[in-house]
């Protein structure tokens, strides 16, 4: 079945770094844009970064931009989000998705499978 | 940026009752809205995209409705698993970027 197994959550010191990763399985990965969407404790969802099928078109959302990167590695089917000068307000719960079609042009317009989540908390 | 504002903030109801929860966009998005249904320690589900097609495996009881600014999630009859938090969410044609509403917490009266 479609699955999305999360890894490489934690503790990190603000200003320090953490890559946490998503491994896909049951899917042709590399027909799917992949997102990554945070969850702070107690608060609703916010979109991070998109990544297209092909790893050639990175969005961000403007929280993060210029401080995390996503990518991914096709042939291990693999997401990553490398977060780069991580403060406390980056204390979230981190899910990556999928893209519900492939055949919606680069990105789809909704997520149709998403992982269980991984904790990353902020704190020194 | 368009931003997604739902109504009410939570929503008391009992098993076997209606549900409706409202999400306004601050800009027409035609019919590109989506929504999530969430328990707590769970990641969210899809149930609702392009504003009225239930995802695989929804129940019927679930449907959607509306386009441009308006959209409505409606459960036709409350079983006692669909007590969670729903998101509606859309998708800004270019640059891609993703927005969700800020939840509905239907909770048990």
């Known amino acids: 079945q479609v699955q999305l197994v999360q890894s490489g959550g934690g503790v990190v010191q603000p200003g320090r770094s953490l890559r946490v990763s998503c491994g896909a399985s049951g899917f042709t990965f590399s027909s799917y844009g992949m997102h990554w969407v945070r969850q702070a404790p107690g608060k609703g969802l916010e979109w991070v970064a998109s990544i297209s099928y092909d790893g050639s078109d990175k969005y961000y959302g403007d929280s993060v931009k210029g401080r995390f990167t996503i990518s991914r590695d096709n042939s291990k089917n693999t997401l990553y989000l490398q977060m780069n000068s991580l403060r406390a307000e980056d204390t979230a719960v981190y899910y990556c998705?999928?893209?519900?079609?492939?055949?919606?042009?680069?990105?789809?317009?909704?997520?149709?499978?998403w992982g269980k989540g991984t904790t990353v908390t902020v704190s020194s | 940026e368009i931003v997604l504002t739902q109504s009410p903030a939570t929503l008391s109801l009992s098993p076997g009752e209606r549900a409706t929860v409202s999400c306004r966009a601050s800009?027409?998005?035609?019919?590109?809205l989506a929504w999530y249904q969430q328990k707590p320690g769970q990641a969210p589900r899809l149930l609702i995209y392009d504003a009225s097609n239930r995802a695989t495996g929804v129940p019927a009881r679930f449907s959607g409705s509306g386009s441009g600014t308006d959209f409505t999630l409606t459960i036709s009859s409350l079983e006692p698993e669909d007590f969670a938090v729903y998101y509606c969410q859309q998708r800004s044609n270019w640059p891609p970027k993703y927005s969700f509403g800020q939840g509905t917490k239907l909770e048990i009266k």
């Open positions: 800009q027409s998005v035609t019919n590109y």
């Open positions: 998705a999928k893209d519900r079609s492939s055949a919606a042009g680069i990105f789809d317009y909704y997520m149709d499978v």
